[in-house]
């Protein structure tokens, strides 16, 4: 039960009071009581079915790492968040941005004009993933406190299983496939992202570096929230859009008429 302990203590029921103890024992029993008496749930100690919603519930709006058990679907729900209503603007390049992930070195919760009329992908791709009880890529230095900002769309893959450990960055993401398309013909290109497309989950994100020299040249972030490629050879795309976060139905052909220069898909492997 040190999962239990250690939520019941991020809820705030075992601070100086109540110190999480690592197992379901008297100090774990008394946060649970604190819980249930300020939610006016019956005083058992034990974590029944509505405790438990009621405890999942409570952690979830807390937005501090490790508070939730993150799981793929967590991050479609948060793209489709993104994608909808007021916030779903913020993410278009007309528009400030809005970030929600504190360990960013832009403040949360604020219009940040610096960014208007900037392409924000990868911002996008950072918050959903935060959001979703995940860790994003970030550059870090001595200067932020710890903070960082998240690279471009087209480094995002030095963040892998396959490359971090070359470049010293931490493990993100497991690397499911990579088509380094501008080397390739066009059928064998095809014919990878075919094999790509066939692999993909929801939860994934799916990476492009655009053709051109250098990181400048940029890159688009792609999460996926919903496959009907065996059906219907359509993935549903959640992503930055020039007017706003947007959910859409993309194909094989679709990525191939934008000659890309690389395609990167990655699986988010690291929770907060």
Same mark, same amino acid.
């Given at each position: 039960m040190i999962a239990l302990a250690s939520r019941t203590h991020v809820l705030g029921y075992?601070?100086?009071?109540?110190?999480?103890?690592?197992?379901?024992?008297?100090?774990?029993?008394?946060?649970?009581?604190?819980?249930? =008496?300020?939610?006016? !749930? +019956?005083? /058992?100690?034990?974590?029944?079915?509505?405790?438990?919603?009621? !405890?999942?519930?409570?952690?979830?709006?807390?937005?501090?790492?490790?508070? %939730?058990?993150? /799981?793929? =679907?967590? %991050?479609? @729900?948060?793209?489709?968040? !993104?994608?909808?209503?007021?916030?779903?603007l913020y993410y278009g390049v007309p528009q400030p941005w809005i970030n929600n992930? +504190?360990?960013?070195?832009? +403040?949360?919760?604020?219009?940040?004009?610096? &960014?208007?009329?900037?392409?924000?992908?990868?911002?996008?791709?950072? @918050?959903? &993933?935060?959001?979703?009880?995940?860790? +994003?890529?970030?550059?870090?230095?001595?200067?932020?406190?710890?903070?960082?900002?998240?690279? @471009?769309?087209?480094?995002w893959y030095k963040w892998t299983d396959k490359y971090a450990l070359r470049q010293a960055n931490p493990v993100r993401f497991e690397l499911i496939a990579e088509v380094p398309v501008i080397s390739l013909s066009q059928t064998e290109a095809r014919k990878r992202i075919h094999q790509l497309f066939a692999t993909i989950k929801p939860g994934d994100f799916l990476m492009v570096d655009h053709q051109g020299t250098g990181v400048q040249d940029g890159g688009h972030t792609r999460v996926v929230v919903k496959s009907d490629y065996q059906t219907l050879g359509t993935v549903s795309f959640a992503q930055a859009r020039y007017e706003q976060a947007i959910i859409l139905q993309e194909s094989v052909e679709d990525l191939i008429e934008k000659n890309e220069e690389n395609i990167w898909l990655m699986r988010p492997n690291t929770k907060m």
């Open positions: 075992m601070l100086s009071e109540y110190g999480a103890d690592g197992i379901y024992g008297d100090e774990t029993t008394k946060a649970v009581i604190v819980f249930q =008496q300020n939610n006016l !749930l +019956p005083v /058992t100690g034990k974590v029944d079915a509505n405790t438990a919603k009621l !405890l999942d519930k409570a952690l979830r709006k807390t937005n501090v790492p490790g508070s %939730i058990i993150a /799981t793929p =679907q967590d %991050i479609v @729900n948060a793209a489709i968040a !993104l994608c909808t209503g007021d916030i779903a992930d +504190p360990k960013h070195n832009v +403040p949360t919760d604020v219009k940040f004009n610096y &960014l208007v009329n900037r392409w924000k992908c990868n911002l996008f791709g950072g @918050n959903v &993933l935060r959001k979703g009880g995940y860790e +994003p890529p970030y550059y870090k230095d001595n200067t932020n406190d710890g903070k960082g900002e998240y690279p @471009n769309a087209n480094q």
